[in-house]
């Protein structure tokens, strides 16, 4: 049975490669904002090693392809139990994460705790689910294009289109009412025909 969104509702939809500690940040974000404004979040992966899989460099630092692992499991999770499942599950792979650890959670773990079949972990080193992880990947990408990466966010609410940017990246998560402002402003910019972007200061480390 499918949940039915209540009227006057914003839709937030997140397409995020699992390996990312900012995009991670900005999914507690948009968790934050649903506890004070009128938000419901759909999950949906990306992938950082589909997106510069034709690059010279590898910005990533990941010559065998480790950043694969952790997305085919979100895309067979997803597959096979819906986007809330895959929100439960991203959680779970980073909650035991603190300051200064890589994002490496045990695949098995996270997905006994998001209340889902250790045996989906085995996509991981699977080849399964990679045309799944490349669709909704240019999905997300389709919708912003350019020199973008992780996270995509489109928002559709009432009376108004769908928008989607890269972004916004945080290094902390904004709490409360903080989160609720930043979500406003996010709606305020987007509303503006021809927004394309705007760049902060730079980058702090992710504070977890």
């Not at 009128?38 to 950043?67: F, K």
């Not at 599950?89 to 209340?115: I, K, N, P, Q, S």
């Not at 904004?174 to 200061?201: C, N, Q």
Request: some cysteine.
């Amino acid at each position: 049975m499918t949940r039915k969104t209540p009227a006057g509702t914003w839709i937030a939809e997140i397409w995020f490669d699992p390996s990312c500690p900012y995009t991670w940040i900005t999914s507690r974000w948009l968790v934050e904002v649903t506890g004070v404004r009128p938000v419901e979040i759909r999950w949906h992966v990306m992938s950082l090693s589909v997106l510069n899989e034709h690059r010279d460099d590898d910005p990533e630092g990941d010559p065998d392809g480790y950043l694969w692992v952790p997305v085919r499991v979100c895309a067979a999770v997803e597959r096979h139990h819906g986007h809330e499942a895959l929100g439960r599950f991203y959680t779970a792979l980073w909650t035991h994460v603190r300051d200064g650890d890589d994002w490496t959670g045990d695949l098995e773990t996270a997905l006994a705790e998001a209340g889902l079949p250790r045996e989906l972990a085995a996509a991981g080193t699977s080849r399964e689910y990679d045309d799944a992880v490349r669709a909704s990947h240019h999905e997300g990408f389709g919708l912003v294009g350019g020199d973008t990466g992780t996270p995509v966010i489109a928002v559709t609410g009432p009376g108004a289109d769908r928008t989607a940017v890269f972004g916004p990246v945080v290094s902390r998560v904004p709490r409360g009412e903080e989160a609720g402002r930043l979500w406003d402003g996010l709606l305020l910019t987007t509303s503006v025909p021809g927004f394309h972007s705007i760049t902060g200061p730079p980058l702090g480390g992710p504070e977890f």
